[in-house]
């Protein structure tokens, strides 16, 4: 296991990140920002005993990382916009089979194909809406190379305790960072192993079922649709039909305090609070200390867990807080989670669509304007 | 006092007995099929604890509710990609997809073609009843020229797959067709392919009176299963390009068995070979 102190591009600290959290199994298929990932999981994982597959195309991958996860293994994609759209059906179902597996979007420039080499952040609404039906999943937003290898093993953590699709929306910025990563030693690293039927029932959360993984005895029926307890179909009952999907919802839902992560900055006084995720959060977090430095009661909510959306944080700033400034790189996604959660707080977007990054400058020239 | 009797099928114990009955139609060939199936499993004596049935959706795609083994009824067309995921994840474990023509040749032919070419070590049995049963009997890549289909009211256009020549030139070491007429050889066929390792292929032409039979005015399964009977010709070793699907003539037998490295074997060779290395230690 590689450990230590390391100049890592965000995606290889990514690939890392995933066996350290345990990754086994690795089906993928190539395309710009996320190929790195591949690369190295094809490069890494037989040095530790784990299988990877390039697949005819993204939608086998997925399918791949799902029957790995049903075999017992630990099991992750990575992909960007284009292969983002074509697993979305399976995505669905690994939210309706309770499959825990980890989906990496490095988002691009789109839509369709787009801008293949520029970063952005447009499928942060997909990553919760991209398929058919109500689910819910869990999706972080890392910042560094250094948080592409800490939130990889974060999202195999999530993955396994809520027997859910956990997605790293990461974007192009980030991705290709090289930077500086340390990676502690094995024993040194929370890692979730996945609870099955002969863990002690006070060891599961409520709300989520332990998994009877394949080839353990346990005859097992996994299947899309509607399903009882046992798994099997119930494709007319509305009753099975409710309890079923209130309970995929509800397991994340009502589990959001324990799940959302957010950092806060100078926020103790802040009038005007900027919220960033991903990328732009570090200029953000320059600009609010200049603005700070010019003595302007500026603050920075960032988001680490993007879903579930970290409502309450808004919430209850939004109670003492001016504006919002939401900074984002693509035509307006996430800020309509804060207008919702904000209840008339004014919000501003700062969109940046292209390859450009917020400048610091721009996001202290809009904090004066609402300052 | 007169004791109850209760008799239990000897081969009961290969289904979920809760789960039945079963959806399909009278006169359908997908109980023959499962029929079949776990008269192999019985045969061969398999680890049941230790086998995995794999199904897309469409009326066949429900026999992996019906076993009682581990099974997925997954998605339509991708059954193949999620046993390949759970075969190459626990090698351990007989993995059997299970799935209609136009599962796995129309939406999930991609996956097959690849399967094949890279011989993930898979027992694919093809339910062929020359259209999509479950969506009500509409044209599928299987379906014959000029045959009436709810999506092809005036005769259908197209040309259809001939399963066996396309599963054997994408490289499946083991490829047979037979009819739900054939039981015994189906059995065996079945027996055959769940012994060997490798990416195996069994085309099952299969009778669907509900709707193909139906449209194309080939009365009920009794009628439908003696056409099967009348103009299917065994022909061991056939040239698979040869081997006809047609209303006259249907070419049955065991074309293909070749030996070939699966591609588990190889994928955990390799890793043999680079276990324990570090290409990266020291550096990125
Ligand atoms: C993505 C998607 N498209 C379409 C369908 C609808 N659908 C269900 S089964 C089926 C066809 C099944 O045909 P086949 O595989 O030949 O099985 P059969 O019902 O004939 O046994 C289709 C198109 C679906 N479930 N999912
Ligand atoms: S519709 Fe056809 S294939 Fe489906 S169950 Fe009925 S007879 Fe069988
Ligand atoms: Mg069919």
Redesign the pocket.
């Known amino acids: 296991m590689l450990t230590g102190t390391h100049f890592l591009q965000g995606n290889a600290a990514c690939a890392e990140g995933a066996i350290a959290a345990g990754c086994r199994f690795f089906a993928g298929y190539p395309i710009t920002p996320s190929t790195e990932i591949a690369e190295r999981m094809a490069r890494r994982l037989p040095e530790v005993g784990g299988v990877f597959i390039q697949m005819e195309d993204e939608i086998g991958a997925i399918a791949a990382v799902i029957g790995a996860s049903w075999a017992g293994v630990k099991a992750m994609t990575a992909t960007s916009g284009p292969g983002f759209s074509l697993m979305q ?1 399976n995505i669905g179902l690994a939210a309706m089979t309770e499959t825990p597996c980890v989906i990496v979007d490095v988002m691009r420039a789109g839509p369709s194909t787009g801008q293949p080499t520029k970063p952005s952040q447009q499928d942060v609404m997909q990553a919760k809406w991209g398929s058919h039906g109500d689910y819910e999943v869990i999706a972080l937003s890392p910042a560094s190379a250094q948080e592409m290898f800490d939130f990889t093993i974060e999202c195999f953590n999530l993955a396994e305790e809520y027997r859910v699709p956990t997605i790293l929306l990461a974007d192009g910025f980030i991705a290709h960072a090289w930077e500086r990563v340390v990676i502690p030693p094995p024993e040194e690293i929370k890692v979730v192993e996945r609870k099955g039927p002969e863990a002690p029932p006070g060891d599961r959360l409520d709300l989520v079922p332990p998994m009877a993984c394949f080839g353990r005895g346990y005859r097992v029926h996994v299947t899309g649709l509607t399903h009882d307890e046992r798994g099997y179909p119930q494709a007319d009952s509305v009753e099975v039909q409710r309890r079923l999907v209130k309970r995929l919802c509800d397991k994340i839902r009502a589990n959001a305090d324990r799940i959302v992560k957010t950092k806060a900055f100078a926020l103790d006084d802040a009038e005007v609070v900027v919220i960033a995720y991903g990328a732009p959060s570090r200029p953000a977090l320059k600009a609010v200390k200049m603005a700070r430095e010019n003595g302007l009661k500026a603050g920075l909510l960032r988001l680490i867990t993007l879903w579930p959306f970290p409502e309450k944080d808004v919430i209850r700033l939004s109670s003492h807080v001016k504006a919002f400034i939401v900074l984002e790189m693509n035509y307006g996604q996430l800020v309509r989670e804060v207008e919702r959660a904000a209840k008339g707080t004014a919000v501003t977007l700062l969109s940046k669509l292209g390859e450009e990054l917020h400048t610091p400058y721009e996001i202290l020239r809009a904090l004066k304007e609402v300052c | 006092m007169v004791e109850k009797l209760t008799f239990t099928h000897p081969l009961s114990k290969y289904l979920r007995v809760d789960r039945l009955p079963h959806i399909w139609c009278e006169g359908c060939g ?1 109980g023959i099929v499962l029929n079949c199936f776990i008269r192999a499993l019985d045969e061969l004596g398999a680890n049941l604890d230790e086998l995995v049935v794999v199904s ?6 429900r026999i992996a509710g019906y076993v009682n083994v581990d099974s997925f009824h997954t ?3 991708r059954a193949i990609a999620i046993a390949t995921g759970i075969k190459l994840a626990n090698p351990r474990l007989k993995v059997v997809v299970i ?6 040749f129309a ?1 999930g032919g991609n996956h097959f073609i690849h399967a094949a070419r890279r011989n993930v070590n898979l027992t694919v049995i093809c ?1 062929n ?1 020359f ?5 009500g009997g509409q044209l ?1 890549p299987t379906t014959p020229l000029d045959s009436i289909t709810t999506t092809s009211p005036y005769g259908n256009v197209e040309s259809p797959f001939n399963l066996a020549h396309l599963a054997a030139s994408s490289g499946a070491v083991y490829v047979a067709r037979w009819t739900a007429f054939h039981i015994h050889e189906l059995t065996k066929s079945i027996k055959a392919s769940l012994k060997r390792r490798g990416f195996t292929f069994i085309e099952v032409i299969s009778p ?1 009176p509900e709707l193909y039979g139906r449209y194309n005015k080939m009365g009920r399964g009794v009628d439908m299963m003696n056409w099967l009977k009348r103009v299917s010709e065994v022909r061991h070793g056939c040239d698979p390009a040869k081997a006809e699907v047609s209303s006259s003539k249907i070419v049955v037998g065991e074309f293909v068995s070749v030996d070939k490295p699966t591609y588990d074997q190889l994928i955990y060779q390799l890793m043999e070979r680079v276990k324990g290395g570090s290409s990266v230690e020291g550096g990125g």
């Open positions: 059906e | 997908n897309g959706i469409g009326c066949i795609g998605t339509h067309g799935s209609g023509d136009g599962d796995l939406i339910v009843n259209n999509y049963g479950m969506t599928g669907c």
